[in-house]
């Protein structure tokens, strides 16, 4: 078969759209697969409805609530979060609880308002919520996913609620322990909340409590007991074992009905082995080696018990725990007064690195009966102890891919006597996108089947045409 100059002409121009729209694909796959969009239509079928904890917080809070939406058109987070207030509006009506007072001002076009709004708290684009004197600011960030700066249907709607709950109720103040070596202030030294490496940092956590209503405070017991205005104390993997006048300190003031929240370093025990034992926890020498891991690397818990406050509204449902190489942790009898110790979480080991079935408790909590103190009848001491701390840093808490923010919510509200739950619900949020197998199955339709089909097509018609 011979073509014509013309027919030639048509053929390579053909040929060239082919390869300029295959090339067109290609560079806008690479760029959807690199940004991950996702659409989320729950502005568009209303199926955005507020969750199940955030109507129990509607139903324990009372009287008006006026709720100001201080956010430019242009925001991402400006119309979502307008039909999110409507739904907590909506829901509110529905359980009998506080009434909200919606009003939405875009900064740019009404400044006089937005100059008389930030006299009363708010301080750059947020949600301001007033109430009988009292002021709670949700700024911006908050109503976003920690990475990316897009709208977050489960995070907006965690920042309402948290700021329903700290608006109808007295804060708490939360103490941390800080490092013995950690220099003096002024230093540039930070305390380990203050974190923010996204795998070992602890800034997710902080940043939950303190949406609670939660003040966290650095605390040391080198120089002195734990103040008292911390009603609980959060011990993550010391580096250096306490000395004995610290263990001591810390011994006294949890027999007095203090609250402890520990999790143990990957090696040794850092002198918290011989309190634990004191409330009838003992820690293994070794850390263990999950059975299931999930995608990235981490092993998988599952089974949670359903008894205790931490773990009940996440236990079922098929709710995942993620944990590095957590320690074993077994319950002794106490030796010091009577103590109730429940397992809270366990995870399943690896036959191949431990005893085939071998099933280890990682998370106990043990509270004090009467006994140990003159004042337990009212302030009873508790602990909850974990084999690891990685399970609530950065890498687990900054997103919702796990339960593990939750959990250490809960752990910290158990301790404190805080009301709510720290299950979050993404109920009702209807979000559409791909996974990583659809972006390549898109690539290879499109790159290759496509462009290939073409061809074939065009390579018809020339020879029919000759």
Same mark, same amino acid.
């Given at each position: ?30 760029? $959807? ?75 740019? #076009? !009404? ?25 709670? +600011? /949700?700024?911006?960030?908050?109503? %976003? ?29 939360? &103490? ?10 002024? !230093? ?12 070992? =940092? ?23 007991? /734990?103040?008292?205005? @911390?009603?609980? $104390? ?23 009905? =203090? ?9 040794? !025990? ?36 359903? #008894? ?9 449902? &098929? ?29 399943? %080991? ?22 140990? &103190? ?21 890498? +687990? ?14 752990? @910290? ?8 739950? =720290? ?11 791909? !996974? ?6 898109? +690539?290879?339709?499109?790159?290759? +089947? ?17």
């Amino acid at each position: 078969m011979r073509l014509s100059k013309g027919q030639r002409r048509w053929f390579c121009g053909a040929l060239a759209c082919v390869a300029l729209a295959a090339l067109a694909a290609i560079l806008a796959d690479a760029l $959807l697969a690199r940004l991950r969009p996702t659409l989320d239509l729950s502005a568009v079928c209303g199926e955005q409805t507020v969750s199940e904890r955030g109507r129990s917080t509607l139903i324990e809070t009372s009287g008006t609530i006026a709720v100001t939406c201080v956010l430019p058109s242009g925001s991402p987070a400006a119309a979502p979060v307008g039909l999110l207030l409507r739904k907590f509006a909506q829901a509110s009506r529905e359980v009998a609880g506080a009434t909200l007072e919606l009003e939405y001002i875009d900064p740019r #076009e !009404d400044a006089v308002a937005a100059a008389r709004l930030m006299a009363q708290g708010a301080d750059g684009p947020g949600l301001l919520f007033r109430q009988a004197g009292r002021r709670v +600011f /949700v700024p911006e960030r908050e109503l %976003l996913a920690p990475q990316g700066g897009v709208y977050d249907p489960v995070e907006a709607e965690a920042a309402v609620t948290s700021a329903l709950m700290r608006l109808g109720a007295e804060g708490v103040t939360v &103490g941390w322990l800080t490092e013995r070596t950690l220099p003096a202030a002024g !230093d540039g030294a930070r305390p380990p909340y203050a974190d923010t490496d996204p795998v070992a =940092g602890f800034s997710g956590l902080r940043r939950a409590l303190e949406r609670e209503g939660v003040r966290i405070r650095p605390v040391s017991l080198r120089e002195g007991g /734990v103040p008292a205005s @911390v009603r609980a $104390l959060i011990v993550m993997a010391p580096r250096h074992d306490l000395s004995d006048s610290e263990r001591a300190r810390l011994s006294e003031w949890l027999d007095r009905g =203090g609250r402890l929240l520990c999790a143990l370093p990957p090696a040794g !025990d850092a002198g918290l082995g011989p309190l634990l034992g004191q409330w009838g926890i003992r820690a293994g020498l070794t850390p263990g080696v999950p059975a299931r891991r999930g995608m990235d690397g981490a092993g998988l818990a599952d089974r949670l018990s359903d #008894e205790h406050p931490i773990t009940r509204e996440l236990a079922g449902g &098929g709710t995942l725990l993620s944990f590095g190489a957590p320690r074993a942790l077994w319950a002794t009898p106490p030796e010091n007064g009577s103590v109730t110790v429940t397992p809270l979480v366990s995870i399943d %080991l690896d036959p191949a690195a431990d005893a085939p079935g071998h099933v280890a408790t990682v998370m106990m909590a043990a509270e004090s009966g009467s006994g140990m &103190g003159s004042d337990l009848a009212f302030h009873r001491g508790r602990v909850v102890a974990v084999g690891e701390a990685d399970f609530a840093t950065n890498r +687990f808490t900054l997103g919702h891919a796990s339960a593990n923010r939750d959990l250490a919510l809960n752990a @910290v509200r158990w301790l404190v006597e805080l009301p709510g739950s =720290g299950a979050r619900s993404g109920a009702g949020v209807l979000r559409v996108g791909q !996974d990583s197998h659809a972006w390549r199955r898109d +690539f290879a339709v499109a790159v290759l +089947f496509v462009p290939m089909a073409l061809c074939l097509g065009l390579w018809l018609v020339t020879r029919r045409r000759g």
